[in-house]
């Protein structure tokens, strides 16, 4: 009788999955920098009331701190996510530098990505932002020791990512059934950052194996 594995436990059994795609392999590929798109301009803010910096991965070399980790704890290692931030501030149509300082995009794009891996509320989300237990994770989102949004302020960035791009932007073809007429959706800002985001974590891993099969 065949047991069945889960996709983890294949994985191990796979010699060559284990050799190359492991730690020590893909380490040169890290930090995984953002991709840009060359159009994007610069953005228009010069000043923030928070500011994201990539704060390393040095604690996620000792294997002793992986099983505390979620795949978020490890996005928050293996990215540097700054270059990310002229596309947010692009996506959310600023195109002045004038007005109040507002909080990095990149803090409200990271805070939200806390809230959804924990499965929190918003006002939940806020409200652990400003424990001292959570002041690691603070840091690494970029936001200040007694600075931190409102409610109303991560509404309007979800809204305003949440918005369509322009019509010349991609259609994504949805799966139909055979002789069925062809389905499409609007590709979303949003949609298209968690797209970024997964292709580029799995990537370097294909890459590494890629490379190793070569004769």
């Not at 237990?133 to 007694?146: H, I, K, L, N």
């Amino acid at each position: 009788m065949t047991t069945s594995q889960t996709a983890a436990q294949a994985r191990a059994h796979d010699a060559t999955f284990v050799t190359q795609c492991n730690f020590q392999t893909l380490k040169e590929f890290l930090p995984r920098l953002w991709p840009t798109h060359p159009d994007i301009p610069p953005s228009p803010k010069t000043t923030y009331r928070s500011f994201y910096t990539y704060q390393g991965r040095e604690d996620w070399e000792n294997f002793a701190t992986w099983q505390d980790l979620s795949p978020f704890d490890l996005a928050l290692r293996l990215v540097d996510f700054t270059p990310l931030r002229d596309t947010l501030a692009y996506l959310l149509g600023w195109c002045s530098a004038k007005g109040h300082p507002p909080f990095d995009p990149i803090s409200f794009f990271l805070l939200v990505g806390w809230q959804l891996d924990n499965g929190w509320n918003r006002s939940q989300t806020l409200r652990n932002l400003r424990k001292p237990r959570y002041a690691d994770y603070a840091q690494r989102f970029g936001f200040q020791e007694g600075q931190s949004p409102t409610e109303g302020g991560v509404r309007y960035f979800l809204t305003a990512l949440g918005r369509p791009l322009p019509d010349r932007d991609p259609i994504i073809p949805l799966p139909v059934e055979e002789d069925a007429a062809p389905e499409e959706v609007a590709l979303h800002r949003l949609n298209y950052l968690l797209s970024q985001a997964v292709a580029l974590v799995v990537e370097p891993a294909w890459s590494a194996l890629k490379l190793g099969s070569r004769p």
